[in-house]
């Protein structure tokens, strides 16, 4: 018994020993992911726990960043409260942000839960390694997190000590492109990015991220919010529930289903709504790049809008000196100039993403807004190896590659998607059985929305995403959910 005793021991040893070694280096490694939008919640989360006094703390995903003014805010509530800006990226989950905010929250204080209309951030969805990249070298703020969630960090976390060692051992500190860096985040915890005053979607919005309130209310979750509001409550902290801010274009409830989602929603949460579903809804020039993030103007009218509900809950008198100002003009709207080719075709392995228009009678399209979207592929060129998609038809952008799109394309090896294209829609490739690579050109990759999933359903297993060498695709907010299928490639030399 003893000599089993004596070898289980030993194995332990074995075991564990390196296992201490191998968390040591890593968590004494530069963290890889500081200068990534995830790299911007150790700022957040030391606001949060160093504000001292009465807060008013906004919960939430990157709908906040993206939808907030805090100064603005700031200025119309007063010296009484400080405003707290914690919203950051729905991949952490709305779980994650309240269970990592609760011990900060104090008497007197003022939670506002604000996720997304979406059935992610309305769940217990949680990201292990997400958080690890978060919280890289403040490990400690995960010991609030449920038993289960501490479990999936622990499940994630050989792999991500993994991905820091090979990162410290190239001397690689992910560097971003484009508005998802910690440094687009501001003092206030607000996105503060100067390319971001228009709407840049397809049309203004995104076909991939319809909006609905249609089974949204998901027990769990509300059991769980109901628990972090009786927790509030016992320190005699107040907690209201309202919504990040939502692209009207993209809503594909009637007022009426809104308005039994919202009638059953106060039924089923112990804290009272801010407002009405309504006041969180917000015409297509006021966002960004996705339904959720508002542009520069529209932060100012979300801010304007979120002071008039704060200050009625609270008792104060409902005005405020915020200016509303109008939302700017779509870029999608403009048209883009297409040299005249004299009748020679680009070869494939000179083009460099420019506008294009030497093959834009292979397709059919379908007109919307402004733009067009390819629809389909001409009879008689299903045979095509290989293509350059059109950037320009019948005197507006062609912009969009929608559903089954090429289907019958059996043959197609290689396409090049230009710097005008702004959706790929779910199985936008399916039947490309051959299909080897997919060219895009946009060197943001947040440009180009791709579905949340299926972007290749139906499309050759073994195909591959070539993104420019200097594109922001893989910590970008959008794409890095095919980070598997990349390969990247000089924009000099396609092939």
Not at 264 to 277: A, E, Q, R, T
Not at 403 to 429: M, P, Q, W
Request: with cysteine; proline share 4%; hydrophobic share 40%.
């Amino acid at each position: 018994m003893k000599k089993r005793l004596l070898k289980l021991a030993v194995l332990l040893l074995i075991l564990i020993i390196p296992t201490v070694i191998f968390t040591v280096v890593s968590e004494a490694l530069p963290d890889p992911y500081q200068k990534t939008y995830l790299g911007a919640f150790d700022e957040k989360y030391e606001m949060l726990y160093e504000t001292k006094g009465k807060k008013i703390v906004f919960i939430g995903g990157s709908g906040l960043p993206f939808g907030l003014r805090t100064d603005l805010l700031q200025q119309e509530i007063g010296d009484d409260y400080t405003v707290i800006n914690y919203g950051l990226y729905a991949t952490l989950g709305t779980k994650f942000m309240m269970d990592t905010a609760r011990d900060a929250i104090g008497k007197g204080d003022i939670v506002i839960l604000c996720p997304e209309l979406s059935e992610q951030t309305f769940s217990l969805y949680f990201n292990g390694e997400a958080a690890l990249q978060a919280t890289d070298g403040i490990h400690a703020s995960l010991s609030s997190l449920s038993l289960g969630n501490k479990i999936s960090t622990f499940y994630q976390y050989f792999g991500y000590s993994v991905d820091k060692i090979g990162y410290a051992a190239n001397a690689t500190i992910l560097d971003p492109e484009g508005v998802y860096r910690a440094d687009s985040i501001n003092e206030w915890g607000d996105i503060d990015y100067a390319d971001r005053e228009n709407n840049i979607m397809n049309n203004g919005y995104d076909v991939n991220m319809t909006i609905t309130t249609d089974n949204l209310l998901n027990q769990d979750f509300i059991d769980y919010v109901n628990d972090f509001v009786a927790d509030c409550k016992d320190k005699d902290a107040e907690v209201y529930f309202g919504f990040a801010p939502a692209n009207l274009a993209a809503l594909r409830s009637s007022q009426n289903k809104r308005a039994e989602f919202e009638s059953k929603l106060k039924d089923m949460i112990n804290c009272p709504l801010l407002g009405s579903v309504e006041d969180y809804l917000f015409e297509k020039g006021y966002f960004y790049d996705t339904n959720f993030h508002l542009n520069a103007s529209g932060a100012v009218a979300f801010t304007h809008q979120i002071t008039l509900l704060l200050k009625q809950a609270l008792g104060m008198e409902a005005i405020t000196s915020i200016e509303v100002p109008k939302a700017p003009p779509l870029l999608s709207d403009i048209v883009v100039d297409v040299p005249v080719s004299g009748g020679d075709l680009v070869p494939f392995d000179k083009y460099n993403g420019e506008p294009n228009i030497d093959y834009a009678d292979w397709f059919t399209y379908r007109k919307e807004g402004n733009t067009y979207t390819i629809t389909g592929v001409k009879a008689e060129h299903l045979g095509m190896s290989e293509v350059i998609l059109p950037s320009v038809y019948d005197g507006k952008n062609v912009t969009a590659l929608a559903e089954n799109a090429l289907l019958g394309c059996t043959d197609l090896v290689r396409i090049h998607i230009g710097t005008t294209y702004k959706s790929l829609e779910k199985a936008a490739f399916n039947g490309c059985i051959s299909l080897e690579g997919i060219y895009l050109y946009e060197t943001d990759g947040n440009r180009i929305a791709p579905p949340l999933t299926g972007l290749l359903d139906g499309a050759s297993r073994t195909v591959k995403i070539y993104i420019p060498e200097d594109g922001n695709y893989v910590a970008g907010y959008t794409w890095s959910r095919y980070e598997d299928k990349f390969e990247t490639f000089s924009k000099e030399d396609s092939q």
